[in-house]
């Protein structure tokens, strides 16, 4: 697939991505009452990703996270010369898509930007009041864990057609856990599009939500190759058995 077709769909997928997540936060989450809550916001972002995984994930990979491009040439699944490529193609989106909720959130009498459409944060604008610390710990853990799932799950010895499932499921569940920490960090692109809009603190806290999920999905791109035993085939050694071939075996 030509590079120009694979970097749009990385873009409009990326797009959806923050259209899904941040909207739902600031349209829906408090609304009516206690509206769709943590449960509905994580489900959001695990829902954006499921469906362009199915949609775009024959041409681009669908990647839509800067962590998962990198833990994918880190584990040796992605050409590193295509990687700043996704990146700015990922932030690009992220940044454009970032606009909309805005946009009409901004059209209701009392809007507040300072709200941060659900920008990352930690200290006095983590939505749990968590400490820088415990914000960079968190995003390194939930991005590894991602990483560790994302090659797992598209492994070729892993069952066919399921992995969209997985990875959706994967990303709901890290949502769950760590909104109360910085209201998730463990795609850089995402935490960029919305801290654009708002600036100030959201910008100036940014670097902490790029450092983290890039760190743990290194570490987990080479976790992944040891675990999975792709390493040891690398050296020539090995590896898991391929049930194709026991099957042929008997």
């Known amino acids: ?54 949609a775009v994930g024959h041409v681009s990979g669908c990647h839509l996270n800067p962590a998962v491009s990198l833990g994918l040439v880190v584990g040796g699944r992605f050409k590193a010369k295509d990687l700043l490529h996704y990146v700015a193609a990922q932030v690009a989106g992220a940044v454009v898509a970032a606009r909309v909720p805005y946009l009409i959130a901004s059209g209701k009498a009392g809007f507040d930007l300072q709200g941060g459409l659900s920008s990352n944060g930690y200290g006095e604008h983590s939505p749990g009041g968590y400490s820088l610390t415990a914000a960079l710990v968190c995003g390194f853990v939930m991005t590894f864990f991602l990483l560790m799932i994302i090659p797992g799950a598209t492994d070729e010895r892993a069952p066919s057609g399921f992995a969209p499932i997985a990875i959706g499921l994967a990303l709901t569940l890290i949502h769950l856990i760590s909104i109360p920490v910085t209201n998730t960090s463990v795609n850089p692109a995402h935490s960029t599009g919305p801290a654009f809009i708002v600036g100030g603190w959201a910008l100036s806290q ?45």
């Open 1 to 54: 697939m030509p590079l120009s077709n694979r970097l749009a769909a990385e873009i409009f997928s990326t797009m959806w991505l923050v259209l899904g997540g941040c909207v739902s936060a600031v349209l829906a989450a408090a609304f009516p009452g206690p509206g769709i809550g943590f449960a509905g916001f994580s489900l959001a972002f695990g829902l954006t990703v499921l469906t362009m995984a199915y």
């Open 206 to 250: 940014l670097w902490l939500f790029w450092i983290a999920p890039l760190l743990g999905a290194a570490v987990a791109g080479v976790a992944y190759r040891f675990v999975s035993g792709e390493c040891s085939q690398a050296a020539g050694i090995e590896g898991p058995a391929d049930l194709s071939q026991l099957a042929k075996a008997k």
